[in-house]
């Protein structure tokens, strides 16, 4: 078992709130990723559920049992660091095994359980030799095993991808979603990379200055951000914003974003006057939520009109940067061939996007309306 709890969880350095107020529960045998920016929080938060950082306030439980004034070693939980902390001069074996070592667990059963462990990570022809001799990827397989070999219910790990290069960094976090979901272990995993957190995570914690931003389900943060913050934090290109004015005149509600109005079809009028006053927001809008209009546009589907300024290209996506006489560019991500062969600098076109794409956000909070 492996739930952990973390109620009002604060941690305050003199006048600094490097954590606030942070209230969760992650599931037993998830894999949950800490996401934010740089100084958002994120380690402090893995260090108290680990017992590195004593809360100024709040409570870390673990299976309902409170921790917050056990030390590390009696939290049943172990932890890969970011510098993995190797020792060249032991064998990957006698790094595996330090922590039953030091538990005092007899020698052959060590070796058992490390053999099996080596098996599951694929590293059991390099338990004899020095981690110096092996490569990036298959050291932080080492890492892992030591952690694993204990058989925690929590493995805390604090960006361990960050030193990798591209290609392993991709190979490695499919090797560490394929390993807690072969073991169960809840993994809780702090990283600044979003793609990391998109790709592999069950839940999402966001942080921004030490603040829940959001929790839930990546899929969730991306298509129903709580806030701007979030918005423009998840996704590859971020959420186009942009200011505008949500008018009801009674009749057809409209949103003006300056250069363009979208209509606010009548399946969604009670939707948006219960939801949102008529006054100044922002709104939002996923690049790959934009597409060019069938034949100009349906009355369900709002539209407006632009012209393509520049197109990236990715090999699998195309980013349009599209003049719609707003006072940046909205970018168009898309895969599909028909638009990547067909629309290209210059031209001209009617982009629509669904009305469940459409996010409005109040301008001084930056909280989300809809």
Wanted: aromatic share 6%; net charge negative; with cysteine.
């Amino acid at each position: 078992m492996g739930e952990i709890k973390l109620d009002n969880l604060t941690k305050e350095y003199g006048d600094l709130v490097a954590v606030n107020s942070v209230d969760i529960t992650i599931p037993d045998g998830s894999y949950t990723m800490i996401l934010g920016p740089s100084g958002c929080g994120k380690s402090t938060t893995l260090r108290m559920i680990a017992g590195l950082e004593t809360p100024t306030r709040g409570d870390v439980s673990i299976d309902d049992e409170i921790v917050t004034d056990l030390p590390p070693r009696k939290r049943d939980l172990s932890m890969v660091f970011q510098n993995l902390a190797l020792w060249d001069h032991k064998s990957v074996r006698e790094n595996m095994a330090f922590g039953l070592e030091m538990d005092g667990v007899p020698k052959n059963e060590q070796n058992e359980q490390v053999e099996r462990i080596a098996e599951i990570l694929q590293i059991e022809d390099k338990l004899d030799q020095s981690p110096a001799a092996l490569s990036g990827g298959q050291q932080q397989r080492v890492a892992l095993g030591r952690s694993l070999v204990r058989e925690p219910d929590v493995i805390l790990l604090d960006e361990p991808l960050s030193s990798l290069d591209a290609k392993l960094r991709l190979e490695m976090r499919a090797e560490l979603a394929r390993i807690q979901q072969r073991i169960g272990t809840t993994f809780v995993h702090v990283t600044h990379n979003q793609e990391d957190a998109m790709s592999i995570a069950d839940e999402i914690l966001l942080l921004n200055n030490g603040q829940i931003q959001q929790y839930g389900d990546p899929i969730d943060l991306f298509e129903d951000p709580n806030n701007e913050f979030v918005a423009n934090f998840i996704g590859t290109p971020s959420m186009n914003l942009l200011d505008a004015t949500y008018v009801d005149d009674g009749e057809q509600p409209y949103i003006d974003a300056g250069g363009f109005q979208l209509a606010i079809p009548e399946a969604y009028h009670d939707i948006y006057r219960e939801n949102i006053p008529s006054r100044d927001v922002h709104i939002g809008m996923r690049p790959n939520k934009l597409r060019p209009a069938r034949n100009g546009g349906t009355p369900d589907m709002p539209s407006f009109d632009a012209s393509v300024s520049m197109v990236e290209t990715f090999g699998d996506a195309n980013w349009y940067y599209l003049d719609a006489g707003t006072d940046e560019d909205l970018i168009m991500k898309t895969a599909d061939e028909d638009v990547i062969q067909s629309v290209s600098t210059h031209d001209d076109l009617t982009v629509s996007v669904s009305p469940d794409a459409i996010h409005v956000f109040d301008p001084e909070k930056g909280e989300a309306y809809t």
